[in-house]
C-alpha cells in the first residue's frame, strides 16, 4: 500500500481506479509566415468560435452546477473581448509575423505571466483562466473543436481522475456517473477544481506533487477528501476503516433528510431562521431545493462583475424581483454592491491599492459613486413590491455612515413615489458587523437599522489583522479566537437591547460545532450556504437548553 498526503478540498470517501486525465495540452510551433492577414483572418474565425463556445459552456454549467460557479465562463469572454489581450496577439501576429496558433501562445504566456507575478490571489487565479483561453483558442485553430474525452473507463467502473489540474473547462464537463473523485498534483483550495468537486459533491484532494506519478495508471485507490489522505492498492485493514467511515457519512445524510421540511426549533422551544447564501438568481432553485427557509445574503455584486458597464437599473429590476417571487413570502435579503478588495470590475478604474481589504470598496465606493449606488436602491426598492425584499449594506464603520445611507433611502423613496412607482416604504435596512469598529458601537447602530448580519469572514480578518488572503499569514485567522467570539457576543447582546435581530452568514455560521454557542449567545439566524441548510437545521434542532 502507498499512501500520499495532500490537502483535502471536498470532502467524502471514494473508492475506484486512479486515471491520469488524457488531456494534452495543446502546443504551437514557433512560425514566422509573410501573409499575416490571413493569420489574423484565423485568428479572428478561432476567436468567435471560442466566444460561442463559451456561451454553451456558460449555459451547460449554469444548469448543472448554478449561476455562481458557471460566472467563470463570463470572466474568459470578457478575456477574450479584452482590446489589451487581443491587441497583444494582433501585434504579435502584425509586427513579428507569428502565425496565429503561436501569437496565441506567447502572449497567453506574457498574461500568464503578469496574473502569476501579482500578490493579489484572487488575480494569480486569473493566470488559470488565460491559459484555459489560450488552450480552446489553440484547439480550434488546430482543428480541434472539442476538448477530448475524459477516460471513461470499463463497464461499472469508478474512475478517480488525476492530473497536474483542471481548467474550469475540463471540470464543467465531467461526468460524475463514473469520475468519482479528484486528484491534482497543484491547485488551491479556491481553485476551480475545488470549487466545482464540493459544488458536485464528489471528494477531491490537492496539491499531492510529484507522488502523484503517471506510473500510478490503474491503481486501486481509495480517496478521503476530508483528511486529504489517499491510499494506492489500500490494505485489507485500510479498505475496512474507510468503508466504515463511508458508511456513516451515508447514515448521517439520511439522518439530515429527516429534517427536511421541518422548523428549525430548539428543544427547548426557540425558532431559529436557516436561511441560505447565494451569489446569483440561478442559484434560488439550489437554495429552494435544500430547504432554505429564506435568502439570507443575496451577493448583489456579480451583476456587475465580468462585464464592461454597470448593470441598469431594469435589469437589476428584474432579477431582485424574480428572486422575490421565488421565494413566496420568504425573505430575500439582498446586500448592496460589494466591489473592492477581492472582487473587481474594470469599469470601476479604482487604483491600485497597497492593501485593498482596508480601501476603497463596498459601502465606501458607494458613496464615492451615488450614481451606481442609486440606480441600485432604485431597483432594489421596486422590487420590493413583489415580495418580502430585506436590504443590507455591507462594511460599515460608523454611525455617520448608517445615517448618511438613510437620507439616500428616503430620496430614492421620493423620487419613486413622484414618478408613481410602487415599492414597499417599510423595507427592512440592515447592516453586516464585520469590522471590530461596528460590533463595538453596535448598540449605537441597532438604533438605527431594522437588523444586523454578522460577516465572520472579514470580522476575523480585520480583528486579527491578518489578511485572509495571504496564505503567509492565513493560518492566523482563527475563527475560534475569543476576541471574534467576544465582538459577536457583544453584537447580540446589543441588539436585542434595542428590539433587534441578529444573524451570521459568513462561513462560520455553518461550523455546527459552534451552532450551541451561537444561540446560546443569542444568534436569531443562520445564513449558510445551500448545501449546509439540513445540517445546520439538524445541529439547532438537537441543541437543549441555552
Not at 37 to 45: A, G, P, R, S, V
Not at 527 to 542: F, G, I, Q
Request: glycine share 6%; aromatic share 6%; net charge negative.
Amino acid at each position: 500500500m502507498v499512501k500520499l498526503q495532500g490537502e483535502g478540498v471536498s470532502a467524502g470517501i471514494a473508492f475506484g481506479t486512479i486515471r491520469f486525465s488524457r488531456n494534452s495540452q495543446p502546443q504551437a510551433e514557433k512560425k514566422i509566415l509573410q501573409n499575416w492577414q490571413q493569420e489574423i483572418d484565423l485568428y479572428e474565425n478561432a476567436r468567435q468560435k471560442a466566444l460561442a463556445e463559451l456561451l454553451r459552456l456558460h449555459a451547460e454549467t449554469t444548469k448543472k452546477l448554478g449561476e455562481e460557479n458557471a460566472q467563470v465562463f463570463e470572466i474568459h469572454r470578457m478575456m477574450l473581448e479584452d482590446p489589451d489581450f487581443n491587441d497583444c496577439i494582433l501585434e504579435k501576429i502584425e509586427k513579428e509575423h507569428f502565425s496565429a496558433e503561436y501569437a496565441v501562445e506567447t502572449a497567453a504566456e506574457q498574461f500568464s505571466l503578469l496574473f502569476s507575478s501579482m500578490e493579489d490571489e484572487y488575480m494569480q487565479g486569473r493566470a488559470g483562466d488565460v491559459r484555459d483561453i489560450s488552450y480552446r483558442l489553440l484547439r480550434i485553430l488546430q482543428g480541434k473543436d472539442v476538448i477530448e474525452s475524459m477516460p471513461a473507463g470499463n463497464d461499472g467502473e469508478k474512475i478517480i481522475l488525476a492530473d497536474d489540474d483542471f481548467t474550469p473547462s475540463e471540470t464543467a464537463r465531467l461526468d460524475t456517473s463514473h469520475i468519482c473523485a479528484l486528484l491534482t498534483r497543484e491547485g488551491s483550495r479556491n481553485s476551480h477544481t475545488a470549487i466545482f468537486a464540493r459544488t458536485m459533491g464528489i471528494p477531491a484532494v490537492i496539491g499531492l506533487g510529484e507522488e502523484l506519478d503517471p506510473l500510478l495508471e490503474g491503481k486501486s485507490c481509495i480517496v478521503d477528501g476530508e483528511s486529504g489522505q489517499v491510499f494506492m492498492d489500500p490494505d485489507s485493514q485500510t479498505r475496512s476503516s474507510l468503508l466504515s467511515k463511508q458508511e456513516k457519512e451515508k447514515e448521517q445524510k439520511q439522518h439530515l433528510e429527516a429534517y427536511r421540511g421541518r422548523e428549525s426549533i430548539t428543544k427547548d422551544g426557540r425558532k431559529i431562521h436557516i436561511c441560505a447564501n447565494i451569489g446569483g438568481i440561478r442559484d434560488l432553485d439550489l437554495a429552494l431545493e435544500n430547504d432554505a427557509e429564506g435568502i439570507g445574503l443575496f451577493r448583489s455584486e456579480f451583476l456587475y462583475l465580468e462585464r464592461q458597464a454597470p448593470p441598469s437599473e431594469e435589469e437589476q429590476f428584474q432579477v431582485y424581483r424574480k428572486a422575490a417571487e421565488a421565494l413566496k413570502g420568504k425573505q430575500v435579503i439582498i446586500r448592496t454592491l460589494d466591489i473592492g478588495a477581492d472582487k473587481q470590475a474594470e469599469y470601476f478604474h479604482l487604483p491600485k491599492e497597497e492593501n485593498p481589504a482596508l480601501g476603497m470598496r463596498a459601502i465606501r465606493l458607494c458613496f464615492q459613486r451615488p450614481d451606481i449606488f442609486r440606480t441600485q436602491l432604485r431597483a432594489l426598492y421596486r422590487a420590493s413590491a413583489f415580495g418580502n425584499i430585506a436590504i443590507m449594506f455591507p462594511m460599515i464603520i460608523s454611525l455617520e455612515e448608517v445615517r448618511q445611507i438613510r437620507k439616500i433611502t428616503l430620496d430614492v423613496q421620493k423620487e419613486l413615489a413622484a414618478q408613481n412607482l410602487p415599492f414597499r416604504k417599510e423595507t427592512p435596512l440592515g447592516i453586516m458587523i464585520e469590522t471590530p469598529a461596528a460590533a463595538i458601537i453596535s448598540d449605537c447602530l441597532a438604533e438605527e437599522v431594522d437588523f444586523f448580519s454578522i460577516g465572520t469572514n472579514d470580522l476575523i480578518q480585520y480583528t486579527l489583522a491578518a489578511d485572509r488572503q495571504n496564505r503567509t499569514v492565513s493560518a492566523l485567522c482563527d475563527p475560534y479566537h475569543e476576541a471574534v467570539m467576544r465582538l459577536i457576543r457583544l453584537t447580540c447582546q446589543n441588539a436585542h437591547r434595542k428590539g433587534k435581530w441578529v444573524g451570521i452568514c459568513g462561513e462560520l455560521a455553518s461550523d455546527t460545532s459552534l451552532t450551541a454557542e451561537f444561540l446560546a449567545m443569542g444568534v436569531d439566524e443562520l445564513s449558510v450556504s445551500p448545501a449546509a441548510v439540513l445540517s445546520v437545521r439538524a445541529a439547532v434542532c438537537e441543541t437543549g437548553s441555552l
